[in-house]
C-alpha cells in the first residue's frame, strides 16, 4: 500500500487544455514535494511546500499543500508539450524519511 | 557541470552474482541516498548516508548493502542479486537536512 496516492495515474490532453493532479495520504507531513521526471533521467525537484494551506506558483504551475497537510495537487494551466512527464509527489516525515508516490504519468499532444 | 553521476547506466547480470552500483558527486553534499524505482511503487528509499562513515537503512534494506568511506562516493552493493531485485537505481545527494535533493541519471538494473 502507497503511503501517498497520486491520481490520476496517466493523463493524455490536447495542448492549451487545463489540468490537476492529486497526492493524497491519511499520515500528516512536515513538507510536500513536487518533482517531474523525464524519460532516462533522474527526478528534478520543482518546488516545496511546508506549510498546511500553502500555494506555490511557478510559471503556468500552481502547486497547493492542503490545511491539514495530508494531500496536495498540481494544477498546470495551458498545458504545453514540454510540460510531458512522470509527476511525483513526495512527503517529508523527517529529516531523512522522504516518501514517494507512484507518480502521474502526464502526455500533452501537440 | 557533473554533478552527480552513476555507474553503469545499465547492466544485465544472473541471480546469486554480487553487483555493485557506483555513485559520485561533485559538491560534497553532507547527505547521499540510494532509491529504487519499480513501476506502480515510485521511489523507495534503499539506505542513506548523513555523512562518510554513517549509513543507515531506509525502506527496503534486504539484499543490499552500502558504504560510504569518502563524502563523494557511495556505492550499493547486491550481494547474491535476485530477480525481484530488477529496477532502476536512483542515487541522491543533498548539503543538508531539508534541502533540495539532487538526483542522478540511473543505472537500469536486470537480474535474469
Known amino acids: 500500500t502507497q503511503l501517498l496516492e497520486q491520481s490520476p495515474q496517466f493523463l493524455s490532453i490536447q495542448e492549451g487544455e487545463n489540468l490537476t493532479v492529486y497526492c493524497n495520504s491519511s499520515?500528516?507531513?512536515?513538507?510536500l514535494q513536487w518533482y517531474r521526471q523525464e524519460p532516462g533521467e533522474g527526478p528534478v525537484l520543482l518546488v516545496t511546500?511546508?506549510?498546511?494551506?500553502e500555494v506555490k506558483k511557478l510559471k503556468r504551475l500552481t502547486f497547493q499543500f492542503g490545511d491539514a497537510r495530508k494531500d496536495s495537487s498540481l494544477h498546470i494551466t495551458a498545458a504545453q508539450p514540454g510540460d510531458t512527464g512522470l509527476y511525483l509527489c513526495?512527503?517529508?516525515?523527517?529529516?531523512?524519511?522522504?516518501?514517494f508516490g507512484a507518480g502521474t504519468r502526464l502526455t500533452v499532444k501537440p | 557541470d557533473a554533478g552527480i553521476t552513476q555507474s553503469p547506466r545499465y547492466k544485465i547480470t544472473e541471480t546469486g552474482r554480487q553487483v555493485t552500483l557506483m555513485c559520485h558527486q561533485t559538491?560534497?553534499?553532507?547527505?547521499m541516498f540510494w532509491y529504487r524505482q519499480d513501476l506502480g511503487h515510485g521511489l523507495r528509499l534503499i539506505y542513506y548516508?548523513?555523512?562518510?562513515?554513517?549509513?543507515d537503512k531506509g525502506e527496503v534494506p534486504d539484499g543490499y548493502v552500502v558504504s560510504r568511506s569518502k563524502t563523494e562516493n557511495f556505492p550499493l552493493t547486491l550481494e547474491s542479486a535476485t530477480r525481484s531485485q530488477t529496477s532502476v537505481y536512483f542515487c541522491?545527494?543533498?548539503?543538508?537536512?531539508?534541502?533540495?535533493?539532487?538526483f542522478g541519471s540511473g543505472t537500469q538494473l536486470s537480474v535474469l
Open positions: 541522491a545527494s543533498r548539503r543538508g537536512a531539508g534541502e533540495k535533493l539532487f
Open positions: 499520515s500528516v507531513f512536515s513538507s
Open positions: 511546500v511546508v506549510t498546511g494551506g
Open positions: 513526495a512527503g517529508g516525515r523527517g529529516n531523512n524519511d522522504m516518501r
Open positions: 559538491w560534497s553534499h553532507s547527505y
Open positions: 548516508s548523513a555523512a562518510a562513515d554513517i549509513t
